[in-house]
């Protein structure tokens, strides 16, 4: 396998080398690997403004990361947000208030503590965020649907799992 990064998330894959998925570190490598060209795909503007325009949503890359969180675990903080995103307050809060200017967020006071807010996606946000989301359903199924149906069972198996297992392992 080469060490070399691609320069660009649209980069062809990394060429293998033979037998290089035949022990642990050789499997260990390739997943890291694809994941970090995954991430790397999911970070891309162009990816993401393509999802615009399918979408028809004009949702910043960082937008978007906000809306979905509030929408997941809303009524919350922005406490609670900063903390989780590893941001600061005062970054966070003004995420926020583009959102609620935008109408994609509501601000409502908090009942355990009539000094504090908490945020919740509004059903324009909530709108906004199913269109994104189907954008990018829709991405992944024109690239599985050309996968054998043993090949996509597998994937929807195996990286949910991954994903679950590498959880509990940092917690």
């Known amino acids: 396998m080469t060490t070399s990064e691609p320069v660009s998330p649209w980069a062809p894959p990394r060429p293998r080398t033979e037998g290089a998925l035949d022990d642990l570190d050789g499997q260990v490598r390739a997943v890291e690997g694809a994941i970090t060209d995954l991430f790397r795909l999911a970070a891309s503007r162009r990816l993401h403004q393509a999802r615009q325009q399918r979408s028809g949503v004009a949702l910043s890359r960082t937008g978007w990361e906000f809306l979905r969180r509030v929408d ?17 307050l005062p970054v966070t809060s003004r995420a926020l208030q583009r959102l609620e200017a935008e109408g994609l967020v509501v ?49 929807a198996e195996l990286l949910p799992r991954l994903v679950a297992d590498m959880r509990a392992g940092s917690a």
């Not at 997941?72 to 600061?88: K, M, T, V, Y």
């Not at 504090?116 to 709108?127: K, L």
């Not at 199913?130 to 199924?141: C, F, K, P, S, V």
């Open 72 to 88: 997941d675990l809303g009524p919350i903080r922005i406490s609670q947000l900063a903390e989780l995103l590893d941001l600061s």
């Open 107 to 155: 601000r409502q006071p908090d009942p355990a503590d009539g000094r504090a807010t908490r945020f919740t996606a509004s059903p324009q946000g909530r709108d906004a965020r199913a269109r994104i989301q189907d954008a990018m359903q829709h991405e992944l199924g024109a690239v599985l649907t050309s996968w054998p149906d043993e090949d996509r069972r597998m994937l």
